[in-house]
C-alpha cells in the first residue's frame, strides 16, 4: 500500500468514525435539564409575563396538527421536489436530474480527455454535476425569497386595510393573492385555494410556512395564532408586525452593506490559487501537468484544497449574521 492509499484509508476511516459520533450522540444533558426547568418555571410562576410567554408558546405548538411532518423530510425526492417549488423553477424532477447527470458526463469527458487521469476526472465530475446545479437551484432560491419578503410587508399593509375595512381573513387573504404580483401572490393564491377545498386558515398557512421556511411568513402565521388564542385587534396587531418587518429588512441591508469588503476580500482570496493554477495551465501545460501524474503532488493539492475550503467556511461564518 503506497502512501496515497494510505492516507486516503485513514481519511476514511476518520470520516466514518465522525458518522458514527454524530448519529449516536444524544442531546446535551444540561440543555435538557434547563429546558425542563424553563418549562416548570413558566407553568407555576406568579409574573404575568411569564404566564403570557408560556401562553404564547401554546399558541404556537396549537397551530400545528397533531401528526406534523416537516416539509421536505420524507426523502431525498421529496426534499429536492420541495427546493424546486421554492426556487419557481418550471423545472421536473427528472429534467434535473437528467441535467445534473448530462453536466457531470460532459465533464468527465472533458477532463478525461484533456488529461488521461481517470482519478482526477471522476471526482471533478461528480463535484460539477451535483454541486454546480444544486448551488444554481441555491440561488433561484434566495433570489425567490429575497423577492417575496421586498413585497411581503406590502401585503400585511393590505391586509389591515382590508381588516380595518371591516372585511373577514379570508376574503383579504385573496384581495392579497389578487392584488401583490410576484411570489407572494402566487403564495397566497395556493393557500386560498386550499381553503376553497376544505382546509382549514391554520392548517393552509401551516403547510405554506413549512414549505417555504421563510422567518417572516413564520411570523407572520404565528401572529394569527397567538390573536385567535389572546383576542385582541388584529388589525393593529399585523400593522405592527409590518414594521417589524420593514425594521429587520433593513437591518439585513445595514449587515449586508457593513459585511460586503469582508465577503470581497473572501472571494478573491479564494478564487486566486485557482485563477493562477488555471492561468499556468494554460501557459505551460507541461510544468503544472506533473500534478495529474504525481500522486505526491495530488496529496498536496488535495490537502491544499481541503484547508482552502475549511477558510472559506470560517470567513463565510465570521461574516453571516441571524437577525
Not at 451535483?130 to 434566495?142: E, K
Not at 421563510?214 to 383576542?231: K, S
Request: glycine share 8%.
Amino acid at each position: 500500500m503506497n502512501l496515497f492509499q494510505l492516507i486516503m484509508s485513514a481519511a476514511g476511516i476518520a470520516g466514518v468514525a465522525l458518522l458514527l459520533f454524530a448519529a449516536l450522540s444524544g442531546p446535551s444533558p444540561s440543555k435538557e435539564a434547563a429546558r425542563r426547568l424553563k418549562s416548570v418555571r413558566y407553568r407555576h410562576s406568579d409574573s404575568a409575563t411569564d404566564r403570557m410567554e408560556a401562553q404564547m408558546r401554546r399558541a404556537v405548538a396549537a397551530r400545528k396538527p397533531k401528526i406534523h411532518q416537516i416539509a421536505g423530510s420524507g426523502s431525498r425526492i421529496e426534499a429536492l421536489a420541495l427546493r424546486l417549488h421554492r426556487s419557481g423553477l418550471p423545472w421536473t424532477i427528472n429534467q434535473y436530474l437528467y441535467g445534473s447527470a448530462g453536466l457531470g458526463l460532459v465533464v468527465l469527458l472533458l477532463v478525461l480527455l484533456k488529461t488521461g487521469a481517470l482519478f482526477l476526472a471522476l471526482p471533478f465530475a461528480v463535484f460539477v454535476g451535483a454541486g454546480l446545479p444544486h448551488l444554481v437551484l441555491s440561488q433561484f432560491i434566495t433570489k425567490r425569497t429575497t423577492a417575496f419578503n421586498v413585497k411581503f410587508a406590502d401585503a400585511i399593509d393590505l391586509l389591515v386595510r382590508g381588516l380595518r375595512s371591516g372585511l373577514p381573513v379570508s376574503e383579504t387573504l385573496a384581495i392579497v393573492s389578487q392584488e401583490i404580483p410576484g411570489p407572494v401572490g402566487e403564495e397566497f393564491k395556493l393557500i386560498t385555494d386550499r381553503m376553497k377545498v376544505g382546509k382549514t386558515m391554520e392548517d393552509a398557512l401551516q403547510e405554506t410556512a413549512d414549505r417555504l421556511a421563510i422567518p417572516e411568513f413564520n411570523f407572520f402565521c404565528i401572529t394569527l395564532a397567538i390573536q385567535r388564542e389572546t383576542g385582541g385587534n388584529l388589525g393593529e396587531t399585523l400593522a405592527n408586525l409590518s414594521e417589524v418587518l420593514r425594521k429587520r429588512a433593513q437591518m439585513k441591508l445595514k449587515i449586508r452593506a457593513m459585511s460586503s469588503e469582508s465577503k470581497a476580500s473572501a472571494y478573491i482570496v479564494g478564487s486566486l490559487p485557482f485563477i493562477v493554477f488555471g492561468l499556468i495551465w494554460w501557459i505551460n501545460p507541461n510544468y503544472i501537468g506533473e500534478f495529474f501524474v504525481d500522486e505526491r503532488l495530488m496529496v498536496a493539492g488535495i490537502g491544499g484544497a481541503v484547508w482552502m475550503g475549511i477558510g472559506a467556511f470560517i470567513m463565510a461564518k465570521m461574516v453571516s449574521f441571524e437577525i
